[in-house]
């Protein structure tokens, strides 16, 4: 017998299952397909821009530091002052998200702009959230030739675009955007749901900021 | 892993001696606590998510076959491998298995309690394959060749000087005039160690907080990112996990997700929580080739439909160990075993047998602090009782208890006899307390009598005095 029927056999020799018991199969079924939703905190329950403000002011807790711009157009000049006031090389990479290609790069002269995934030689990474999280400030990554998924670790400072209207009141919607956007049940290879730059309690529990991940974490909320 | 649990008393002893120890579970107590509560009071539905990530839980247990199928199901649909493990042994075989398929050298390890209760880092070494534990905590007890004291902060037993310490011995080739005093400096190191390790896998090891049966994702949180470049960086991710990791749905995830965070750590969210499902798709720039999931029983389909099912809800957030009196006074090692404080009590016993781990259950003053932080509402101090009774009941417990409760038992049933002999006792205790009306020593009690006074009690027992009060007669509390 193969572990996995010797482990199942067990699994319902221990529950008392019957072979004719037909109403446990429904009921996963049932909460397969219904995902029931469960308590969703009243905290990001809030209007549009009520709920951008919450996003804003969860991140900047976690040590993000936030920006708002009105338009993406604003985004590559934002970024270029970012890096001067840090004394950071005009340097970033960034994946192919048509949103981020969309920028005018060209505007901001001295800037190099490398695409494709990191591998770990870059100081600075541009990413395009997914969604994001007001309820806890967290953003919402998802892996692909567009927005890398080493981009979101490997450099030293983490740079995020978010469109205001991709912010959500609590995670639970967030998650149904992903339905909506992959199909049901299905997922990209890697969802990274960030909060804040990198850090460790391990030692003496002191927490430090910048442990493998980014050092810092920068968001550019747009509109 | 050597198992040490059976000396309990011993490591107590050992452990309550040592300085060092002392001084860093300070940091428990003053950590821990206050951040959990502060996170638990700036979340109004705190106690209603927790009931529902009970139910959630125990549902899934209810279900726990069509669960495993419906996950493996998805996994095997987005590419995935699943791989069954009945006991340790299968674990480690199959582990072994996939890194000699692509010749690994090199495995990185994100954090995961399973390789410690399956001894994986020992059994790779042997095979040729060198582990690197890549969470900062689990990286300095590996350098110690130690285990972790506690589930979730792996070297909260340690001080800052002790990891300089072995940072120097092992870090060769860094100059010896380097600093290394404060905290943020020990750390830099080892990200700039463990940066190279990762790059150098061939296979990355991680655990798994959950299991998604919808989706056939499986999920870690972390604050460091180290779980996360263990499983995009080599070619091959394997996720260790035990098969009651499992959740119906995202939205189930999602709901345990807000109690978790909060009780492990005081965090609304950890930094990183990552899903993951199957390898690299076509077009993907980065990722691994190759996913595979452990499934682990081990014992768990054993304690299914007993009285320590309830455990199997346990989510691993350390919250009652943060909070126990026993923990906090002698740490995570002297439990002996991989799982330390209340929940390694209850599940110690159940993974490795009651003749081995039977001493841990007794490590508890049933405070109950334990259940009432308990996110998922594991009636901890209950398991212990019930695993007090099986050790009674196999004759594991020291003959003198055994006996002792024995005598007491044939007395407690003859309430004139039980009566005479309480008065009795009584009397002489009050006679010879003396006019301190306390005793320096006290034959059968030298283990109260070492440390503090006994108090000689009143002469008249509470039957006495109850009677006296013309309680009894009436038969009932006033």
Redesign the interface.
């Known amino acids: 017998m193969?572990?996995?029927e010797?482990?199942?056999r067990?699994?319902?020799g221990?529950?008392?299952?019957h072979a004719g018991d037909t109403g446990?199969?429904e009921?996963?079924q049932a909460?397969?397909a219904n995902?029931?939703?469960?308590?969703?905190?009243?905290?990001g329950q809030l209007a549009r821009s009520e709920r951008v403000d919450l996003f804003c002011k969860?991140a900047a807790k976690?040590s993000a530091s936030v920006e708002r711009v009105s338009a993406s157009e604003a985004v590559p000049a934002s970024v270029a002052s970012y890096l001067r006031e840090r004394n950071l090389p005009a340097a970033l990479r960034m994946?192919a998200d048509p949103r981020l290609v969309a920028m005018p790069w060209n505007q901001q002269g001295a800037l190099e702009v490398k695409s494709?995934?990191?591998d770990?030689n870059d100081e600075v990474g541009l990413s395009h959230a997914s969604g994001a999280v007001a309820?806890?400030g967290?953003l919402v990554m998802t892996?692909?030739?567009d927005n890398?998924?080493?981009i979101?670790?490997?450099p030293e400072h983490h740079i995020v675009v978010v469109d205001a209207a991709d912010i959500e009141g609590d995670?639970?919607a967030a998650?149904e955007r992903?339905?909506a956007r992959f199909g049901k049940?299905?997922?990209?290879?890697?969802?990274?749901?960030?909060?804040?730059?990198?850090?460790?309690?391990?030692?003496?529990?002191?927490i430090?900021l910048?442990?493998?991940?980014?050092r810092a974490l920068h968001l550019i909320v747009v509109g | 892993m050597e198992i040490t649990s059976p000396a309990f008393k011993q490591n107590s002893a050992a452990a309550l001696a040592d300085g060092q120890l002392q001084k860093a579970l300070g940091n428990v107590r003053a950590g821990f606590i206050d951040k959990r509560r502060k996170a638990i009071d700036a979340l109004p539905e705190f106690e209603q998510l927790r009931d529902n990530a009970r139910d959630i839980k125990d549902h899934a247990l209810a279900h726990l076959d069509l669960y495993l199928e419906a996950y493996e199901a998805k996994v095997l649909a987005s590419g995935g491998k699943v791989h069954w493990a009945e006991s340790a042994e299968d674990a480690r075989r199959i582990v072994i298995d996939i890194c000699k398929s692509v010749n690994a050298r090199t495995v990185t390890k994100g954090k995961s309690m399973i390789t410690e209760e399956i001894g994986l880092n020992d059994f790779l070494s042997e095979n040729g394959v060198r582990p690197v534990e890549t969470d900062l905590g689990e990286y300095i007890i590996q350098l110690r060749n130690e285990h972790p004291s506690h589930i979730i902060a792996p070297a909260v037993h340690l001080n800052k000087e002790q990891v300089e310490a072995d940072f120097r011995r092992v870090h060769t080739h860094l100059p010896d005039t380097r600093s290394l005093e404060e905290p943020e400096a020990l750390l830099d190191e080892a990200r700039t160690v463990l940066r190279e390790e990762y790059f150098r896998a061939d296979v990355g090891i991680t655990g798994a907080n959950f299991l998604v049966a919808e989706t056939g994702s499986s999920i870690i949180v972390t604050n460091e990112g180290n779980g996360d470049m263990t499983q995009i960086l080599p070619r091959i991710h394997v996720v260790m996990a035990s098969i009651e990791k499992i959740v119906p749905t995202l939205e189930d995830a999602a709901q345990i997700l807000r109690v978790l965070a909060r009780s492990a750590t005081g965090q609304e969210m950890s930094v990183y929580t990552t899903l993951s499902t199957g390898p690299r798709r076509a077009g993907d720039p980065d990722g691994p080739e190759e996913y595979h999931v452990v499934l682990l029983d081990n014992g768990r389909s054993a304690m299914l439909g007993t009285e320590f099912q309830d455990m199997l809800r346990c989510i691993r957030c350390g919250a009652c160990m943060n909070h126990c009196p026993v923990y906090h006074a002698v740490g995570g090692h002297a439990y002996g075993w991989v799982y330390p404080g209340p929940m390694g009590a209850v599940l110690t016993p159940s993974l490795i047998g009651v003749d081995k781990g039977g001493q841990l259950p007794n490590a508890s003053t049933f405070c109950g602090r334990c259940e009432s932080v308990c996110p998922m509402h594991i009636p901890l101090p209950k398991m212990m009782r019930h695993w007090r009774e099986r050790e009674f009941e196999r004759g594991l417990n020291p003959a003198t208890q055994r006996y002792g409760l024995k005598l007491w038992a044939f007395v407690a049933r003859r309430p004139a006899l039980y009566r005479l002999a309480t008065s009795l006792t009584v009397r002489a205790l009050a006679l010879f307390g003396g006019r301190r009306h306390r005793f320096r020593a006290l034959p059968l009690a030298g283990g109260w009598t070492k440390y503090r006074d006994f108090p000689a009690p009143e002469a008249r027992t509470f039957m006495q005095l109850a009677k006296e009060k013309g309680l009894a007669a009436k038969g009932r509390a006033p």
């Open positions: 193969s572990g996995r010797a482990i199942l067990r699994v319902r221990a529950m008392k299952v446990r199969a009921a996963v909460r397969l995902a029931p939703k469960g308590v969703i905190p009243a905290r969860m976690l994946g494709g995934a990191s770990g309820e806890t967290t892996s692909g030739g890398p998924t080493t979101n670790f490997l995670l639970e998650l992903l339905r049940g299905e997922m990209p290879r890697t969802v990274n749901l960030i909060s804040g730059p990198s850090r460790s309690g391990d030692i003496e529990q002191k430090i910048g442990a493998h991940g980014p």
